[in-house]
């Protein structure tokens, strides 16, 4: 994982993508003086961004002024998976694992400091925060979020870290640098994570990450049950390992193809 020098980046790009990003996350249109208070620009900029956004087709500008995203955004998303197939590898497993459990499961990879789902099957949704693809949520208060970070070495994580809070979602959330780099090392010796309502009150989730034969992580797979629906020595005694036996299935499988 590698950070660009801020002196190497360019600001035009920057700028372009926090538009695109707000209107996003807005999921509505916004008008010219929100975009701009929201991204920290004066009019002038923002309208020039959002002038050459509808030029190249990623935005577009409504009769009343306000903007939104167009389809055309979907292309980045394809893109990505042009360049993945783990993915379309891991879904027959994660079907067979979610109607065997009757949970929910997915599939996710490390973006900085946030989780990013790349596939997700679900019987029964455990999580009342939808989780489709594309979902973003924060690696540090999340089972599978906190298997990707312990893969890496502990000056890496302070780094990734430094000057970045740890937001509390629950009252079991970790919240500081020292306790998060603390339970990595564990997870790292016993080879799954698990979240106990650190992220949602009444959600367990587990997860372990994958490897491939060089011993690069490929990316993680997780489980999410409503504590109320699901025992507690259930989940550890049966999901938890049906989960681990999932996940080496899916690296197997993907390195007998060439795809780790």
Do not use: W
């Not at 011993?215 to 409503?226: E, L």
Request: proline share 4%.
């Amino acid at each position: 994982m590698t950070t660009t020098p801020v002196q190497e980046r360019n600001s035009s790009t920057v700028k372009s993508f926090a538009v695109l990003e707000l209107l996003g996350q807005a999921g509505v249109p916004m008008a010219l003086a929100d975009i701009a208070r929201a991204t920290d620009l004066n009019k002038t900029t923002a309208r020039r961004f959002l002038a050459t956004l509808c030029d190249l087709g990623y935005v577009e500008r409504l009769p009343d002024g306000t903007h939104k995203l167009t389809a055309r955004v979907l292309d980045l998303s394809s893109m990505y998976f042009r360049t993945t197939v783990l993915p379309t590898h891991a879904m027959p497993h994660l079907e067979r694992f979610c109607r065997d459990t009757h949970t929910s499961t997915s599939l996710a990879i490390l973006d900085r400091t946030e989780t990013v789902y790349t596939a997700h099957v679900s019987e029964r949704e455990a999580l009342s925060v939808g989780v489709q693809i594309g979902t973003r949520l924060p690696a540090h208060a999340t089972a599978v979020g906190k298997v990707l970070l312990s893969q890496l070495a502990a000056p890496e994580v302070e780094r990734l870290y430094a000057g970045h809070p740890l937001t509390a979602h629950t009252s079991r959330t970790i919240t500081t640098l020292p306790d998060l780099v603390g339970a990595l090392g564990e997870i790292r010796r016993q080879g799954f994570a698990v979240s106990e309502e650190e992220y949602e009150p009444g959600v367990r989730g587990a997860a372990c990450a994958m490897t491939a034969a060089d011993g690069s992580v490929i990316g993680a797979i997780n489980v999410s049950v409503r504590t109320e629906n699901v025992a507690r020595i259930d989940f550890y005694s049966d999901i938890l390992p049906r989960l681990l036996r999932t996940a080496y299935d899916i690296a197997a499988d993907a390195g007998r193809t060439g795809t780790a």
